[in-house]
């Protein structure tokens, strides 16, 4: 075993006694309820890749049944792994975690945010976008992993315009051709059938306003000086993530391939919306080895906020090490 390869029961032990420690009360703190979170926290957080400046900016929050983002998972293992971490039993929230960085003299966002299209707690990126200062003319392009609905409904305006009137819209072509102009088969998606009929009504809602400003790439191009897409098909046809990099420093962003760390990382039970599990769960090895074997910190998009942490190599798979935050 080398020193990148941990035992995972270690690296779970190790992360319990962690929590605990930080409990006052010993036995009768672990028994209450969680603390209920006030209104007006931080929606984004601010740190440098290198000479890039990076900011993520929260959209909010979405979810669904456990099932959904662990379709093999059996159903009592399923259950309890929830309860130790704490987790509702019967719905997973997924965070929606755009990065804007500054490089080549241009703002770009990647990925858009659900806005509206998939509940009524996604749509934040704006008010975000507020808080440091900025507005929608100041972002100059939209890069999205991929087109589903939570990647692309904010480029949508309310009024049906379109949302960043400046920005160049980056996707990625193989799913602009399935999702955009064909009649998606979404029979594949654990869920009912009006939901996949409302998803992909959204997906070619939300691009509508953006069609004249679509710049269509093949992943593994570059898009910007610093940022570099990767090949990772599987959980859509065109799938990417990306590299952000800047001189020795660099970021790794995971868009879909994972939802949630407890029951995809921790747990390497397989997403229910990703379209080709097997090329989905190749990409997830790859991608997620690389990072574990060179040590880059990731960004994870729907991973609890603000999504930054280190993928380790384990025994049975990868366990994932969020960051410290940073004042």
Known sequence: MNAFTLNRRAVMLTAVAGASSALVG??????????????????????????????????????????????????????EVLRRAFLPTDRMTLNLNTLLIETGGRRILIEAGAGATMGPNGGRIFQNLAAIGLGPTDIDAIVVSHTHPDHVGNLRAADGGKAFPRATVFAPKADWDFFVLSDPDLSYMPVPEDFRSRFAAAIKSSVK???????????????????????????????????????NDHLLLTADLAYHPVVNVDNPWLPGPDRDM????????????????????????HFPFPGLGRMLKTDGGYAWVPANWQF
Do not use: C, K
Request: hydrophobic share 45%; aromatic share 6%.
């Open 278 to 301: 097997g090329a989905a769960l190749a990409s997830r090895r790859r991608i997620f080895d690389r990072a574990a074997a060179d040590r880059i910190p990731v960004l994870a998009f």
């Open 26 to 79: 010993g036995g009768a703190a672990l028994a209450q309820a969680a603390p209920t979170p006030l209104s007006g926290n931080a929606g984004h957080y601010r740190f440098r890749v290198g000479e890039i400046s990076a900011t993520v900016l929260s959209d909010g929050v979405i979810g669904g049944p456990p099932r959904v983002y662990a379709s093999d998972a059996p159903e009592a293992e399923l259950q």
């Open 209 to 247: 306003p953006a069609m004249s400003d679509v710049e269509l790439y093949e992943a593994g191009a570059e898009i910007a000086p610093g940022l570099t897409s990767i090949v990772a098909s599987g959980h859509t046809p065109g799938m990417a993530t990306f590299l952000v990099h800047s001189g």
